[in-house]
């Protein structure tokens, strides 16, 4: 077995912004209590009719440009999202349509804001075992329609956006390991539990979350995922160079860095700019943190993830 690298990233987020202020005039709650919890400032919206894989496909240009790749070196398209254009064809399907990609396997998969982790760990298995040569891995989410956006326990607190890479073969390091985890027993606080069905709204289609629970699972499980994956590979919170956690809370994202001893400079943060956008938020993070310059080659990055399901896990890797 070898390696896979990270050979380009990319990222696109839909033009409108929702600031806080915009949502204060409109429901009871404020700039200073949002920030104050979060630490979200504003998030990006999708416009009607933009999709999942019409994000998807801009960032997805954006990483193939990055890692001067063409379409038709394209082996494999893994997307990760909560929210698909439709039941089927997989939003991966329409997204290999649009790239104009013919040739190859594509592929959802759905673990909510862990979407991309999962996404990342099951395509480095298929390159660094030599079945793919070339892919391409995906989070996209409009995650605004899962939103009532009268309650502000929820709505304050995501966005829509994608993030992409491409993954090739290495010699070397590249990802060192990848650890995922899922404990379904928690799916009740943090779900979709209804959705639309024969034109008709079954159950509740918004999204319902026990804040609290899931604030304190999180910072637990992402504590524990990310010794692991140190502990594995023989490195310790200060080898970190760059810390690209998911970005659903300020408070979560310090939290965990506080307990790993990860100071607060070598931490990727986007959430203040575009709130939680699930399974794009890693991919957003770590685009922006390679296009402003502070990821380079020899660093040595974690990411990690958590979200429904409930699921997590990490990727440990060298730029
Ligand atoms: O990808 C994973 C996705 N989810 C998460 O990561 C979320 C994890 N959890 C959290 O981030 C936090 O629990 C929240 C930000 C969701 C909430 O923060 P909290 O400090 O746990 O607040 P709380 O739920 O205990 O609510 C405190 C008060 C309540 O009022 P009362 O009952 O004390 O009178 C809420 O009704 O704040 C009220 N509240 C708000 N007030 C103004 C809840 N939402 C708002 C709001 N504006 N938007």
Known sequence: MGYSRIAGTGSYLPERVVTNSDLAARIETSDEWIVSRTGIEARHVAADGELTSDLALHAARRALQAAAVEPGDIDLIVVATTTPDMVFPSTACILQSKLGVKQG??????????????????????????????????????????????????????????????????????????????????????????????????????????????????????????????EANGFSGSDIDWFVPHQANLRIINATADKMGIPRERVVTTVHRQGNTSAASVPLALDTAVRDGRIRPGHLVLLEGVGGGMTWGSVLLRW
């Open 105 to 230: 396997a594509a592929f959802d998969v759905q673990a909510v804001c862990t979407g991309f982790i999962y996404a990342l760990a099951t395509a480095d298995k298929f390159v660094a075992s030599g079945a793919s040569r070339c892919a391409l891995v995906v989070g996209a989410e409009v995650f605004s329609r899962l939103l009532d956006w009268n309650d502000r326990r929820t709505c304050v607190l995501f966005g829509d956006g994608a993030g992409a890479v491409v993954l090739k073969p290495s010699d070397a390091p590249g990802i060192y390991s990848t650890h995922l985890y899922a404990d379904g027993s928690y799916g009740h606080i943090l779900r979709v539990a209804g959705g639309i069905a024969e034109g008709k709204v079954r159950g509740n289609p918004f999204l319902e979350m026990d804040g609290q629970a899931v604030f304190k699972l999180a910072v637990r499980v992402l504590d524990e995922c990310s010794r692991e994956a140190l």
